[in-house]
């Protein structure tokens, strides 16, 4: 038994230096893809279950390196956020979303007002001048306040707590949205609820997917349905792929929706496409 405790130990240890090795090796290349502009933007339509309408997009960031290939942001989102990277990356993220969304307003590509929904990291929400980095952003990019919405996990409200309120009130003073990602798989509280003004709640996609099946789901999306009417926010729900999703979603009083049933995220010229077509029907 000691024997085989002391080959389990070497065996850990090497597959830890691998793991360090090539996270070293993925922080370099990162850190040279930010300087290069190697990455793009998608967009995901986020549509009115009823009607199919666009209501907004999510913007969802994408690596695509010369040497690597598309690396996928379940990948390098973790890695910027533990090396610091995604504060550059993340006020890149912002300001090309803003912008992108104002060229469309403004160039009537679309006349309905459209949000555009951008998720914000731990580490972003905890740095000192977030408030002022957006204020600059928006002003730049000349976005309307109440088009953009942040999308935070519960844990990033959380771990910030002291200065979570003061943030999320500033948010709200200029009529920036806040969605709750992933909402029911983070912390098991819901009293901040009451204490920050949240607009939105995100039924993670883990819900949506086994809603079919007779199991647990559907009581969990009923209850954040619920909870979410009696506090007057808003439910989008994550990764709907089938019909019988979307009509489920439907009945249990979910408004909102997004997934591959509808659109897989798309790159800008595609997303103006569809807007631009759905002007002229
Ligand atoms: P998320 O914010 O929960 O984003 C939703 C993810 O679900 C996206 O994956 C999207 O492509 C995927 N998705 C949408 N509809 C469906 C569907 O019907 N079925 C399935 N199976 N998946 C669907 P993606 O783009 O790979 O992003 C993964 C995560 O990476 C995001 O999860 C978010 O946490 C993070 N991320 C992406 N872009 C950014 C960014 O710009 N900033 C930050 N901080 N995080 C980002
Ligand atoms: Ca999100
Ligand atoms: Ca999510
Ligand atoms: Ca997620």
Redesign the pocket.
Known sequence: AKAMGKARHIVFNASMHEDVQSSLQLETDLRRAIERQEFILNY?PIVALDTGMITGF????RWISPELGFV???KF?PLAEDTGL?IPL?EW?LREACRQLNEWQSNNVTDIPLTMSV???VKQFSQPNLIETIDQILAETQLPTQCLKL?ITESAIMENSDSAAKILDQLRDRQIHLSI??FGTGYSSLSYLHRFPVNTLKVD?SFVCRLDAADDNVAIVQAIVTLAQTMGMDVVA????TTEQQHQLENLGCEYG????FCK?VNAETAGEMLANRNHK
Do not use: F, K, T, W
């Open positions: 995901q999510e913007a969802l960031v996928s942001p379940g989102i995604i993340g993220v998720n914000l990291s999308e990602d992933d996609r994550e990764g709907i792929e997004q997934g591959y049933l995220p």
